[in-house]
């Protein structure tokens, strides 16, 4: 079991920027054993997106095309802490954004879907105005 809290949303104008972190918590093996991090948003009336993904353990990194080029995710793996740092903000942007983490190394699920992951974290809203 593993718990995932996120952290670092706000309040922010177009054009700004904002890291996002996400700390996972749990016994030494539980952490050690997420094979999968990612990030997702849900904006009001719509469903949870897929934003970005990162491999544990090959470090690859998946970003949906609507944040490549703005959206960077990290890890650091001493601190059991993921991150999201987002550049350029614009106001569709706006949406609660969570963390997920998942135990297998291969499913028949796309990274960008909410089924690929088992943990999830409350989220942390991000808001843009323009």
């Known amino acids: 079991q593993v718990q995932l809290v996120e952290s670092g949303g706000g309040s922010v104008q177009a054009g700004g920027s904002l890291r996002l972190s996400c700390a996972a918590f749990g016994n030494s093996y539980s952490i050690y054993s997420i094979a999968l991090m990612g990030w997702f948003r849900q904006a009001p009336g719509k469903e949870r997106e897929g934003v970005a993904t990162?491999?544990?353990?090959?470090?690859?990194?998946y970003y949906a095309d609507s944040v490549k080029g703005r959206f960077t995710i990290s890890q650091d793996s001493a601190e059991n802490t993921m991150y999201l740092q987002i550049n350029s903000l614009k106001p569709e942007d706006t949406a609660m954004y969570y963390c997920?983490?998942?135990?297998?190394?291969?499913?028949?699920?796309?990274?960008?879907?909410?089924?690929?992951?088992?943990?999830w974290g409350q989220g942390t809203q991000v808001t843009v105005s323009s």
């Open positions: 990162i491999d544990r353990g090959g470090g690859t990194k």
């Open positions: 997920a983490a998942d135990y297998r190394p291969k499913s028949t699920y796309s990274v960008y879907d909410v089924r690929r992951f088992s943990y």
